[in-house]
T-cell receptor, first 115, second 112 residues
Framework: EAQVTQNPRYLITVTGKKLTVTCSQNMNHEYMSWYRQDPGLGLRQIYYSMNVEVTDKGDVPEGYKVSRKEKRNFPLILESPSPNQTSLYFC??????????????FGPGTRLLVL | LAKTTQPISMDSYEGQEVNITCSHNNIATNDYITWYQQFPSQGPRFIIQGYKTKVTNEVASLFIPADRKSSTLSLPRVSLSDTAVYYCLVGDRMDSSYKLIFGSGTRLLVRP
């Protein structure tokens, strides 16, 4: 089944404790991205990747890191989480990331609480 | 940068047709317009996509005027299960990169 998976689905942590949220897709998509969703703010893009070893900042990259060493995986890293990073996170992928004729496939989400 | 504007919320009743309009004044020539639906605690789900004029599928219709500065998602005969947030998405191409920007979303409430 074609899908985007994220782990963990729920995470409670404390300020400053490094964490990684994994994202994997099995559709051989070139484009992957991370979004955070907060009440009243909709979906905001954190980082995106056009292909392996190619990443770029989205709208809200501060406090986050990503890597794209393999095509299927795009982990989101919080080196020193802070309470303002408490949010619902979504990973997404699409074939090439182009608007023409493409659809983005979203993962189930990771709900993060930073105390 | 292409940005979108949508109504924050809309109310409707079962069986009615709902039209949600999205403004995207700076849409680029090669950009498509895509609409997504999102239920609480779930990832967005693709509804429909178009470039110009009208597109229809089994779920919705999308109307895009000639100037492409706006688009209207039309949901025929909504049911309670259509209560969700609807996002308008327009691609934004910058050089060789591709930065996708979601609109603020429209929260649709369908009442019995």
């Amino acid at each position: 089944e074609a899908q985007v998976t994220q782990n963990p689905r729920y995470l409670i942590t404390v300020t400053g404790k490094k964490l990684t949220v994994t994202c994997s897709q099995n559709m051989n998509h070139e484009y992957m991205s991370w979004y955070r969703q907060d009440p009243g703010l909709g979906l905001r893009q954190i980082y995106y990747s056009m292909n392996v070893e190619v990443t770029d900042k989205g709208d809200v990259p501060e406090g986050y890191k990503v890597s794209r060493k393999e095509k299927r995986n795009f982990p989101l890293i919080l080196e020193s989480p802070s309470p303002n990073q408490t949010s619902l996170y979504f990973c997404a992928s699409s074939l090439q990331g182009r608007a023409v004729g493409e659809t983005q496939y979203f993962g189930p989400g990771t709900r993060l609480l930073v105390l | 940068l292409a940005k979108t504007t949508q109504p924050i919320s809309m109310d409707s009743y079962e069986g009615q047709e709902v039209n949600i309009t999205c403004s995207h004044n700076n849409i680029a020539t090669n950009d498509y317009i895509t609409w997504y639906q999102q239920f609480p605690s779930q990832g967005p789900r693709f509804i429909i996509q178009g470039y110009k004029t009208k597109v229809t599928n089994e779920v919705a219709s999308l109307f895009i005027p000639a100037d492409r500065k706006s688009s209207t998602l039309s949901l025929p005969r909504v049911s309670l299960s259509d209560t969700a947030v609807y996002y308008c998405l327009v691609g934004d191409r910058m050089d060789s990169s591709y930065k996708l920007i979601f609109g603020s979303g429209t929260r649709l409430l369908v009442r019995p």
